[in-house]
């Protein structure tokens, strides 16, 4: 009995693989779509040149990491040698540059945690927010993008992440939930916990690649052609992976005592770091640490209320993997108040 009930499991979870593989690839991005990117890129980069010719802009965030959806908007940095300039003049002026060269909805949002300037390039109907000087975000964009390349499963389970937590409304930092970019450092820190492991951990090995940004040393092994297959040791399918991360975060994660590190590829402990308190708005409820700037909590926006909303919504989605016949119908089900 115990033999056909793990036959039809086994059945089960083929036939769940192939439904999250076509949602994984419904939601990659045409060759259009990025080849329109860049030439929005190359566009822009003229005209900054035109006022600032030393400058150069860097795609970051979703669509240069690699977990980008279709029609993500595109976040670009201007790196400026700044002088004495305020970045809100440096935003204020480049708004300008753009407005007067038919950008549509040019807006210079400066008094934001991370002033940028917004647009929208009616050409392609793309969206851009541009901000200065924000090369940490470039770097830790090239770590995620570098760890997309060992194994393809990565990409897999963060794509279903972000789809379902964006479903979900779980995907909003000023209401107290995660951004895409914890979503996929928690992704990595699960796929480093597997045994075996899928993936292993870049800055513990021989730095390859070394840059300080911003007084912070950013070094890691960053050959990684050389490390395709380090993983396939471990055959768990995407399933099974979407399975365990959601199981890990509701039942196993021990939110009290541990941070998940994925500079170190293991949880470490919130004593350690002094993170055992709420110190002013940091409550550190859920502990991701950025895997440079180290003294950063990627939890700190979870407050009381809203932990409770992300591990119910962890629960709920472990549950369906668990028990119900259609999974892949059941978890994106969009959440309604
Ligand atoms: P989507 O736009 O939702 O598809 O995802 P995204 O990858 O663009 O993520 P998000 O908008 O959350 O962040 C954009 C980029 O900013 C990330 O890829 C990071 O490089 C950077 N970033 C976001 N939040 C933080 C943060 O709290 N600390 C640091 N250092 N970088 C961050
Ligand atoms: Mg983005």
Redesign the pocket.
Known sequence: RMFKRQMVCRRDIERFNRSFLAIYESLIPPEEEKEKQKQLLTMLEKLVNKEWPEARLFL????A?S???SK??V?VCLAIEDGDTRKSEILLRLADILQSDNLQNVQALIRARVPIVKLMDPASGISCDICIN?V???V??KL?RDYAQIDVRLRQLAYIV?HWA?SRAV?E?YHGTL????Y?LMCIHFLQQRRPAILPCLQRMEATYSVTVDGVQCAYFDQVEKLQGWGSRNRETIAELVWGFFYYWAYCHDYANTVASVRMGRTISKREKDWTRRVGNDRHLICIE?P??VS?D?GRVVDKFSIRVLREEFERAADIMQHDSNPCGTLFQPYVP
Not at 60 to 63: D, F, K, Q
Not at 179 to 182: G, K
Request: net charge negative; hydrophobic share 30%; glycine share 6%.
């Open positions: 970051y965030g979703s669509c990491n977990f980008g959806v993500s908007d976040d924000n940490l975000a470039v830790n964009t995620l972000k964006k995907n930092t951004s895409s970019y914890a996929v950025d440079f700037e950063h990627l």
